[in-house]
Structure formats: C-alpha cells, structure tokens
C-alpha cells in the first residue's frame, strides 16, 4: 500500500466481503452445534484467546496512534496483525466450544444483567464488524484512502469495543470455568 499508487477498484472485492460477512457468523453458530467426540476439553484455551483479543485492543490504538503520527507503515503492518489476531481468536474460539460445554455465568442481581448486556453487545457487534473491517481493509490495500478513512472512524470504535469486551467477558465468566 503505498501512496504513490494510483487508486485501484475495490468493487471487485463487495461480493467476497459479502460473502464473508455472512458464511463467517453462520459458520461460527454452526460449529457450536458440533462437539467433536471423545477429545479432551480444550479448557486452556479460554485465558489464551482473552489475551490474544486484549492484545488487539492494543494494537488497534497503537496503530491508530501510528496513523495519526503517519507512520503508514507501522500502521499497515498493525492492522494486518490485528486482523491476524481476531481470525486466530476465532479459531481457538471455535475449538474450545466444539470440545468444551458453554459456561454458565453465575453472578446474581446486578451484575447479571450487566454481564448479559455486555455479552449480547459483544456477539452483536463482533458479527457486525465483520464487514466493516472487510471493507477499511480492501478500501486501504487498493490505495482509495479517503473511503477508507471515512469508513475507519466507525470500524475503529466498533472493532475496539469489541476487542474489549471479549476481555471483559473473560473476566467475567472466569470463575465459573469448571
């Protein structure tokens, strides 16, 4: 991605956006149908993708910070790292549901509903990323850098909060782990 390229067609790639931002979620709740017989529980992997989404928390601001400094490079090579962090999350993620039970949060009052909006607010804006990070990355790899922009004041905030809240999450449910 450099600036000196001229602006190429990122239209080309709406089908396959398209098509990924729908076959990733539907995927995804797929497998959590599956549970693959006689495998021990992936139990371990829990705290490590809670530390991969907290490690792309970082380098989304890192990397804003880069851009803001334009330093594209480190910026480029920051986003292709957290893309890389959130499909290697999904991945452990899918595992350990297709080896492991789901996890019954066990806080009472308060805290309960606190935990079931951050949840929800979670799995509904990590579905709904999905096509806005597709289309930031397809808008700055074809150098049209001023749709890729506009459209990174929202992918940023959005994926951020959900880079977060997987934490949180984490946090949350930990202690009802078996």
Known sequence: MKNQEPILDDKKYNTLIVVLSIVIPIVVAA???????NVEPLSFL????????????????????????????????????????SAIF???????????DSTKFGGEGVIKYVYYFVLLTHIVLSIAVIPF?????????????EK???????????????????????????????
């Open 46 to 85: 829990p705290p490590i993708y809670a530390t991969i989404n907290g490690l792309t928390a970082i380098i989304l601001v890192i990397a804003f910070f880069a851009i803001k400094k334009k330093n594209i490079v480190l910026h480029e090579n920051l986003m292709t790292t957290a893309i890389w962090c």
């Open 90 to 100: 999904l991945l452990m993620y899918v595992a350990y549901h297709m080896t492991s």
């Open 31 to 37: 497998l959590f149908s599956v549970k693959i017989p």
């Open 133 to 145: 990070v597709l289309i930031t990355y397809v808008r700055a790899i074809t150098n049209n850098f």
């Open 148 to 178: 890729h922009k506009k459209i990174a004041r929202i992918t940023f905030p959005l994926w951020l909060y959900v880079a977060v809240t997987g934490v949180v999450v984490y946090i949350m449910i930990s202690p009802y782990y078996v």
